[in-house]
């Protein structure tokens, strides 16, 4: 889904900006850090866009740091209590956490790439059973109780705070709660 050159998650993934700190001097290119410098200077940080980084990581002009929302600290987060993590506050505008790290996974040398691998799956894993549960909770509770509009702010906010991947299990989950609820009252 990541790698797919029309889709837009894929875009979202690769528009997400990392620090890259240049090697060497590369003249004429100042533009690249948005400054009004004429040239990069060695050892300079500059923010680049993931679909840009590639072609200057790979030139061996510069090297990345892990993106925050794959540091450390976000790791230990993630072991502590998967679920109390907004993974969409990690990555701004669209929430492709799981998708940025999974473009950062291509650009890491084979022992990263496989920590942070683990990483993403492992949080998947803990926080998929938390979204199906959740999603089935508020679809019946939006159509059993009166009190619709105050569920669907609560179920809003839960959403809000999920990566794309899971907002997309999370309505499949209470699609299929709806569904299999009209389908009993039917039967």
Same mark, same amino acid.
């Given at each position: 889904?990541?790698?797919?050159?029309?889709?837009?998650?894929?875009?979202?993934?690769?528009?997400?900006?990392?620090?890259?700190?240049?090697?060497?001097?590369?003249?004429?290119?100042?533009?690249?850090?948005?400054?009004?410098?004429?040239?990069?200077?060695?050892?300079?940080?500059?923010?680049?866009?993931?679909?840009?980084?590639?072609?200057? /990581?790979? =030139?061996?002009?510069?090297?990345?740091?892990?993106?925050?929302?794959?540091? !450390?600290?976000? $790791?230990?987060? *993630?072991?502590?209590?998967?679920?109390?993590?907004?993974?969409?506050?990690?990555?701004?505008?669209?929430?492709?956490?799981?998708?940025?790290?999974?473009?950062?996974?291509?650009?890491?040398?084979?022992?990263?790439?496989?920590?942070?691998?683990?990483?993403?799956?492992?949080?998947?894993?803990?926080?998929?059973?938390?979204?199906?549960?959740?999603?089935?909770?508020?679809?019946? /509770?939006? =159509?059993?109780?009166?009190?619709?509009?105050?569920?669907?702010?609560?179920? !809003?906010?839960? $959403?809000?705070? *999920?990566?794309?991947?899971?907002?997309?299990?999370?309505?499949?989950?209470?699609?299929?709660?709806?569904?299999?609820?009209?389908?009993?009252?039917?039967?």
């Amino acid at each position: 889904m990541y790698n797919d050159y029309f889709s837009v998650d894929s875009i979202l993934a690769e528009n997400q900006k990392i620090q890259c700190t240049f090697k060497h001097k590369i003249p004429d290119m100042g533009h690249l850090g948005g400054g009004s410098d004429r040239d990069i200077a060695e050892l300079q940080k500059v923010q680049l866009p993931v679909w840009l980084a590639y072609t200057v /990581l790979y =030139s061996q002009w510069a090297e990345f740091n892990i993106p925050m929302p794959f540091n !450390q600290k976000v $790791r230990n987060a *993630l072991q502590a209590d998967a679920c109390s993590v907004r993974l969409s506050n990690l990555v701004g505008a669209g929430g492709t956490w799981y998708g940025f790290g999974k473009t950062i996974m291509d650009i890491m040398d084979d022992e990263k790439a496989a920590g942070l691998s683990q990483t993403l799956s492992s949080a998947f894993r803990l926080r998929v059973l938390e979204i199906i549960d959740q999603a089935h909770h508020f679809a019946t /509770l939006g =159509s059993a109780s009166g009190s619709g509009h105050k569920t669907h702010d609560v179920a !809003q906010v839960f $959403r809000e705070g *999920l990566d794309v991947t899971e907002r997309e299990v999370f309505a499949l989950a209470q699609e299929s709660a709806r569904k299999t609820k009209r389908w009993n009252e039917n039967h």
